[in-house]
C-alpha cells in the first residue's frame, strides 16, 4: 500500500521557520507531482503548493507566496515545503499528495494546482504561537 508520509512540522513562533518533508513509500516518486494542502480546524481543505514531477515548475497560493517554497530532491525522493516567516494564521495540519497524471498551465503558462490526487499523507501539524 502507498502510503505518503509528511515530517518537520512543530512549535514555532510568529516570523519563525520550518521546512516540511514529504516522502513516499513503494511509489516512483520521480514521477509524481506534489502538491501541499493545510486544514485548519473547522475549516477547508486550502491547497498552497504544487510542483511538477521534474521540479522545473511550481505554483502557490496567495496567501503563502513569497514566504513557502516547494522544491523537490529525485534522488532522495523527497518533496519539501520551506515555510518562512511563519504567522498565527499558518497553524494547521499539512498534508502532501502525489498524482502520476501530468499538470496543465493556464493561457499564461502559470500552473495549475489541481485538487485532486491520487495518494495522500496523514499530515503534520504545524502551530505558530508565541
Known amino acids: 500500500q502507498v502510503q505518503l508520509e509528511e515530517s518537520g512540522g512543530g512549535l514555532v513562533q510568529p516570523g519563525g521557520s520550518l521546512r516540511l518533508s514529504c516522502a513516499a513509500a513503494?511509489?516512483?516518486?520521480?514521477?509524481?507531482?506534489v502538491g501541499w494542502f493545510r486544514q485548519a480546524p473547522g475549516k477547508d481543505r486550502e491547497s498552497l503548493s504544487c510542483i511538477t514531477s521534474s521540479g522545473r515548475t511550481t505554483n502557490y497560493a496567495d496567501a503563502v507566496k513569497g514566504r513557502f517554497t516547494i522544491s523537490r530532491d529525485n534522488a532522495r525522493k523527497l518533496v519539501f515545503l520551506q515555510m518562512n516567516n511563519l504567522r498565527p494564521e499558518d497553524t494547521a495540519t499539512y498534508y502532501c499528495a502525489a498524482t502520476p497524471r501530468g499538470f496543465y498551465s493556464d493561457s499564461k503558462g502559470e500552473l495549475i494546482c489541481p485538487d485532486d490526487y491520487d495518494f495522500w499523507g496523514r499530515g503534520t501539524q504545524v502551530t505558530v504561537s508565541s
Open positions: 513503494r511509489l516512483n516518486f520521480p514521477a509524481y507531482g
